[in-house]
């Protein structure tokens, strides 16, 4: 069964510094989504992203973050200059038909910053 | 703005017994309502999911059930087994792609 998959697993960053997490959804998914999740809180919205564009973004969502599809299979997230609060672990989740369809989350990237 | 509460935080069954978390959505738009099982250190995994069109799914020992008038939707795990245990997130989704996550239910299932 087709998975979404994320690089790398677990991502140590000083602060200040650029990170980029990498997403491959699955193949014949067309809606994109970042989600982080803090330790031992819930899964919190960050963005969504369709037809090359983001449709949707949150107020965590600001001007230090930016999302890509750089080719056909993968998806971005970059953190232009983290913070110490930006450690999290990164969720991408991808749906085949539209914003109704289920969204299927990957392994995560935990990232933190030191 | 659009918010998810769920409870209980945790919960500790006996195996065999049934276990019910319940949430509650603020946004009456919300037309989609899944429930993922998170366990340690994984990915969050649908376990169920449930539309506003229709006010009870059951798939085996998991069934959902949702009140469009009270915002109200409830998870119910009969007959729990020790694998059950994990952290259990209901979500809704507004107008729009993304889920609104609750705080998430610790199941603990007791052999």
């Known amino acids: 069964e087709p998975e979404v998959t994320q690089t790398p697993s677990h991502q140590v960053t000083q602060m200040g510094q650029e990170v980029i997490l990498r997403c491959v959804p699955i193949s014949n998914h067309l809606y994109f989504y970042w989600y982080r999740q803090i330790l031992g809180q819930k899964v919190e919205f960050l963005v969504s992203f369709y037809n090359n564009e983001i449709s949707e973004k949150s107020e965590i969502f600001d001007d230090q973050f930016s999302v890509e599809r750089p080719d056909g299979s993968n998806f971005t997230l970059k953190i232009r200059s983290t913070k110490l609060e930006d450690s999290a672990m990164y969720f991408c989740a991808s749906s085949a038909g539209g914003p109704s369809d289920t969204q299927y989350f990957g392994p995560g990237t935990r990232l933190t910053v030191l | 703005g659009e918010n998810v509460e769920q409870h209980p935080s945790t919960l500790s069954v006996q195996e065999g017994d049934s276990a019910v978390i319940k949430c509650t959505y603020s946004?009456?738009?919300?037309?989609?309502f899944p429930w993922y099982k998170q366990e340690l250190g994984k990915r969050p995994q649908l376990i169920i999911d449930?539309?506003?069109?229709?006010g009870e799914k059951k798939d085996q020992r998991i069934a959902v059930t949702l009140n469009k008038t009270a915002k109200h939707f409830s998870l119910h795990i009969t007959e729990t087994q020790p694998e059950d245990s994990a952290v259990y997130f209901c979500a809704a989704r507004p107008q729009g792609g993304k889920l609104i996550f609750g705080q998430g239910t610790e199941l603990s299932v007791k052999p």
């Open positions: 449930i539309r506003s069109n229709v």
């Open positions: 946004d009456s738009a919300s037309n989609y």
